[in-house]
């Protein structure tokens, strides 16, 4: 069974913008917090921002304000939208359900998309 399902990923300029958006199955979303990571060739896999079914988000210094995450409960859907993109952004970007925030930190569920690549060129 597919739970997630990740798109919008693509090869772009630097400064440009993406939206990613992560469909989840709604029996793991209405009640989850969702997350987005990233992972680089030869990286360890990180956290970029994640957000609460209320709507409460948070970001990686590194991507603070440029990335918006969002959500939209009624579609089940988890939105990442990245502007001024910089070629350090360049990684596979995959969408994590069912983690849980301990002391104001995301810890991972075990629920991941398949991922979408972002490219960006200098």
């Known amino acids: 069974q597919v739970l997630l399902v990740e798109s919008g990923g693509g090869l772009v300029q630097a400064g440009g913008s993406l939206r990613l958006s992560c469909a989840a199955a709604g029996s793991i979303f209405e009640l989850n917090v969702m997350g987005w990571y990233r992972q680089a060739p030869g990286n360890q896999r990180e956290l970029v921002a994640h957000i609460t079914p209320r709507h409460n988000a948070n970001y990686a210094d590194s991507v603070k304000g440029r990335f918006t995450i969002s959500r939209d409960n009624a579609e089940n859907t988890v939105y990442l939208q990245m502007n001024s993109l910089k070629p350090e952004d360049t990684a596979v970007y995959y969408c994590?359900?069912?983690?849980?925030?301990?002391?104001?930190?995301?810890?991972?569920?075990?629920?991941w998309g398949q991922g979408t690549q972002v490219t960006v060129s200098s």
């Open positions: 994590n359900a069912g983690g849980r925030i301990v002391g104001g930190t995301y810890v991972r569920g075990h629920t």
